[in-house]
């Protein structure tokens, strides 16, 4: 018997090589006053940003545009809101990565409002989200966070006293999501490896969760089977389109899955090393997936019930282990010893490089949240997966 689940409502998808040109026919059917989000540089310097501004101006769409340097925070956001609530806008598309979409979401949604969106963050702000927004069109153009699929935008302030936090609703969801593997092909290989496992982890702990149901779990092992064969790949090889349309997809579906099935303990360290230090999201999943997993592993085994949990973990390993005809137990660790070999062909930095303090250790892993794990890891756990990769590179 199927358990009861629900599922969260998707965008529109326009998924393929050379969708960005759609853009421009979609935006018109909204109005002609569009705010563009994007980063700093990959987009607006590539030729697919002249293509599209030039499209814009031949369709007779204005356009205000927002540069975002960073994962965005609770000033960069009211910052733009207040100098453009005077502006007419009909839409907001975001082209970028995961910190653009973010952005472009929240700024959707904070537009022609006077309260900051601080106060409307989870476990931050006291006020709730009407759900208000303006349209959004969501274009990535790195393969990682999923957030052109996703109902949140996270929000950061960086310090001893900061946070990583969610503006979430059920509206916030994109409208459209256009995904384009051509706008990935010029992605470095330090973003390619940081999203890419940013977007492994939550396909791995969206199939591992104990939110998860079958639809989540069947779309979860697409994006995996899809990581298989495309994350080495478009690391080696950035111009390998096949590679990146893969990516893109696991990309998408990540976000689906974390949508409707939570995520694990590699993202509460997310959270928590997010807002005390500026170590990119995808660096931190990435430098912790494997020895987080190792961990977790053991502690089910601890158990001495074999149950979902590891059951899952050998499904993992047969997937990803090209050999047959071997025990659940050779599955389960090849799996864990493929994530090290992963780490390291990626050449993942350890924390270390970000100038990580021992003395926030404590504090980091009291405040690393364990929700939907499939063992519950202790503090002492925790602990011991920073350690790691504290002596690593």
């Not at 959004?136 to 302030?157: H, L, M």
């Not at 995996?224 to 696991?250: C, H, P, T, V």
């Amino acid at each position: 018997m199927v358990a009861p689940f629900q599922f969260a409502r998707i965008p529109m998808i326009i998924f393929g090589a050379g969708k960005i040109n759609e853009i421009t026919g979609i935006i018109k059917t909204y109005g002609t006053n569009l705010l563009l989000v994007t980063g700093r540089q990959s987009f607006i310097q590539s030729p697919a940003y002249e293509m599209f501004t030039g499209s814009l101006k031949e369709k007779g769409v204005s356009w205000y545009h927002v540069i975002i340097p960073a994962e965005p925070s609770p000033e960069m956001i009211d910052r733009e809101v207040a100098r453009l609530n005077a502006e007419k806008v009909d839409l907001v598309v975001g082209i970028g990565g995961g910190s653009v979409l973010d952005a472009g979401k929240a700024i959707s949604a904070m537009m022609y409002k006077q309260e900051s969106v601080e106060d409307f963050l989870e476990g931050v702000g006291i006020l709730e989200h009407p759900g208000t927004k303006l349209p959004f069109i969501a274009v990535p153009t790195t393969s990682g966070t999923g957030s052109e699929a996703t109902k949140n935008a996270v929000i950061s302030r960086i310090g001893p006293n900061g946070f990583k936090r969610s503006l979430r609703h059920d509206n916030f969801v994109p409208d459209i999501a256009v995904v384009d593997p051509e706008l990935t092909l010029g992605c470095p290989e330090e973003i390619t490896a940081a999203s890419g496992m940013d977007c492994y982890t939550q396909l791995m702990e969206a199939y591992l969760s104990t939110k998860s149901n079958p639809y989540s779990d069947a779309l979860a092992f697409e994006g995996l089977k899809a990581i298989k064969s495309s994350l080495l790949k478009s690391y080696n090889n950035g111009q390998d389109i096949e590679a990146r349309a893969g990516m893109s997809f696991a990309a998408l579906t990540s976000g689906i899955c974390l949508a409707n099935a939570g995520l694990g303990v590699v993202h509460g360290f997310a959270a928590s090393i997010g807002g005390m230090y500026d170590i990119p999201h995808g660096v931190v999943c990435g430098t912790l997936m494997a020895k987080t997993n190792e961990v977790i592993v053991r502690e089910l085994r601890k158990t001495g019930n074999y149950g979902r949990g590891l059951k899952k973990y050998a499904i993992l390993g047969r997937l990803f282990i090209d050999e047959e005809g071997r025990g659940d137990d050779y599955y389960i660790d090849g799996f864990i010893s493929h994530l090290h070999e992963l780490t390291n062909k990626l050449q993942l930095p350890g924390l270390r490089q970000f100038d990580f303090k021992e003395e926030d250790i404590k504090l980091i892993c009291k405040t690393t949240d364990n929700k939907n794990n499939p063992v519950n890891l202790t503090t002492e756990n925790l602990i011991e997966i920073i350690n790691y990769r504290l002596t690593r590179f």
